[in-house]
């Protein structure tokens, strides 16, 4: 089954396209994962998938996403309940710093639910900390400042904070590009954990990580020589041509499960960037 | 590289720096050299027929205190609140303009706000006080027989909000620009709306900042001279807390003003050592100021 569905969406900077036209469906319980250089989109993507993108200045899109059939950006929806079902985690680790590790684990269920019991509370931070595997490190010193911990336990307590309101999906922007590689295989192993649960959505700048975690891979790249031929294309059908010089969009380029991805790409500009010829 | 040779630029730049040391130095040894007679005044030598230091110290320090602390309670919740918007809520060529009001209020000279508080705010805020006074009377501040002029302690107090609302803001609005946008991000991304984002990522990395700028706005109001002494109607060693009546205690600051012009020998000395007081009053709310923002980058 299908939990998120993309159609025909382009995601806006203002008057600058950062991404064009990507259809993608996304299966549930299962890992996804974004690949391409620098500028191909991918966060910008990730971040219209919870509605994260239009609280940058500009930010908007045009197109759907819909999460289990309903369109997050339908009229009426508000873009704070969008959050709570699509939790993200952010590249560089972002716990509180005034918050203690189990306030920090519990502040999204205090937004909205103020009256938690204090035996709940405390089952469910237990509960959370297991599934971002935190629990065994943490469990003594739960009262101490989550910002005290190291990188890749910070890491995880941000995993730990947004599957503790029991989102449907939880999305990854690089989450392991600001980690050793013990605490980035850590992170590793725990999502492939997670997607027992969640569907997991992660954008990453390492190749080797989407081989190693995810089901389908999917390759964005702002292709310059297309960009500039379509916009030729486009200015000979009578549409207005973009002024010189603009950046080429990301589109989507190839999406197929993992393996095959990986083993057997379609598009050349996928066979060359994962060969290395560029990015 | 600094240079450990003596250039003239280090040598005039350590004669700045070590200039104001010696100010300071000079203005403590001025005020303790020159007030010390009057400790041990006694009747009929001091200012306003005082019998002894105390009782003429006593309630000026109590209305200093008095006055400046009602100002802050008005002052600290705009202060925040404007703050606030200008950093979070405001369109940034809003925040501008606003932004530059603020620093405006920050420059009209202390004698403008004392004519503004005397002819404008005063009588405008006569009519309330009676009513006030009429239906909150059984509240302590507003008992006793409402001042029919408005030239009150709290008319006082609320000119000063008005002068310390910009320096407070502004110390607060530097801290909230600074909060880390990954906390503003995470807290967005758990599904916290505007103002809950504010409660969890923006108010705790800031709150240290909002104490320290509540403490200079303090520091500023109990310094203030011009605009009480023009506004407030005092009466002599009185210490209450009705705040709307025409009978209202004295701050050091403004009482200096007042007396000073005509007085001479031993009287001078009273209010030199009342100087003192405020002095020391001031320097312990800069120096709790400085300590609470120091910690802050422990």
């Not at chain 1, 989109?41 to 500009?58: D, I, Q």
């Not at chain 2, 504010?198 to 011009?226: H, Y």
């Amino acid at each position: 089954m299908n939990e998120l569905e993309i159609k025909d969406l382009n995601a806006y900077y203002g008057d600058f396209l950062a991404v064009s036209q990507v259809n993608m469906d996304i299966p549930d319980k299962s890992i996804t994962a974004f690949i391409g250089p620098s500028g191909c989109g991918k966060s910008t993507l990730l971040r219209t998938l919870n509605r994260m993108h239009e609280a940058v200045p500009g930010g908007r899109i045009t197109g759907e996403v819909a999460l289990e059939g309903q369109d997050l950006y339908g009229s009426g929806v508000d873009p704070v309940g969008v959050r709570r079902k699509v939790g993200m985690v952010f590249q560089k680790a972002n716990p509180f710093p005034s918050m203690s590790i189990y306030e920090n684990v519990i502040a999204g269920v205090r937004l909205r639910n103020k009256r938690i019991s204090r035996k709940d509370a405390d089952e469910l931070v237990e509960r959370s900390l297991r599934q971002a595997n935190l629990w065994d490190e943490v469990h003594d010193r739960l009262q101490t400042p989550g910002g005290a911990l190291s990188g890749g336990q910070q890491q995880r307590l941000c995993i730990a904070r947004a599957v503790a309101v029991e989102p449907k999906v939880i999305l990854l922007d690089e989450p392991c590009s600001a980690l050793d590689p013990v605490s980035t295989l850590a992170i590793e192993q725990l999502l492939l954990e997670l997607k027992e649960r969640y569907t997991v959505v992660i954008v990453t700048h390492n190749m080797q990580q989407a081989a190693r975690v995810s089901d389908q891979t999917a390759f964005f790249h702002a292709d310059a020589e297309a960009w500039a031929e379509l916009t030729r294309l486009e200015a000979t059908l009578g549409d207005k041509s973009l002024p010189q010089g603009t950046r080429p969009p990301g589109r989507l380029v190839e999406y197929a499960p993992t393996d095959e991805l990986f083993n057997n790409p379609r598009n050349k500009a996928t066979a060359d960037y994962l060969s290395g010829r560029f990015g | 590289m600094r240079s450990e040779t003596l250039t003239p630029q280090r040598a005039g730049a350590a004669a700045a720096a070590f200039s104001v040391v010696a100010a300071l130095a000079a203005v403590l040894g001025f005020l303790l050299i020159q007030g010390w007679p009057a400790l041990s005044a006694g009747l009929g030598e001091l200012p306003s027929h005082a019998e002894n230091m105390w009782q003429l110290a006593g309630p000026l320090v109590f209305g200093s205190v008095l006055v400046a602390a009602i100002a802050m309670l008005f002052a600290l919740p705009v202060a925040l609140g404007t703050a606030l918007y200008l950093v979070f809520y405001a369109p940034k060529r809003v925040a501008t303009v606003l932004g530059g009001a603020l620093d405006l209020l920050a420059a009209v000279p202390s004698v403008v706000y004392g004519l503004w508080g005397i002819m404008v705010l005063a009588p405008a805020l006569a009519g309330p006080y009676a009513w006030l006074n009429e239906n909150l009377g059984w509240i302590p501040f507003f008992a006793g027989e409402a001042s029919a002029t408005g030239r009150t302690a709290l008319t006082a107090a609320l000119v000063l909000a008005v002068m310390v609302l910009p320096l407070t803001a502004s110390v607060i609005r530097s801290a909230l620009a600074l909060v880390p946008e990954a906390s503003i991000e995470g807290a967005y991304a758990l599904g916290a709306t505007r103002w809950e984002t504010i409660k969890l990522a923006a108010l705790p990395f800031a709150r240290r900042s909002i104490v320290a700028g509540s403490m200079l706005g303090l520091g500023r109001a109990l310094g203030e001279t011009m605009a009480v002494a023009m506004v407030l109607s005092p009466t002599p060693f009185l210490i209450g807390i009705k705040l709307l009546t025409s009978e209202n205690p004295n701050t050091v600051a403004a009482y200096l003003a007042q007396t000073f012009p005509e007085s001479h020998g031993i009287e001078t000395s009273a209010l030199i050592a009342l100087g003192l007081a405020l002095f020391a009053i001031t320097c312990a709310v800069n120096s709790l100021a400085r300590w609470i923002t120091r910690e802050k980058t422990k």
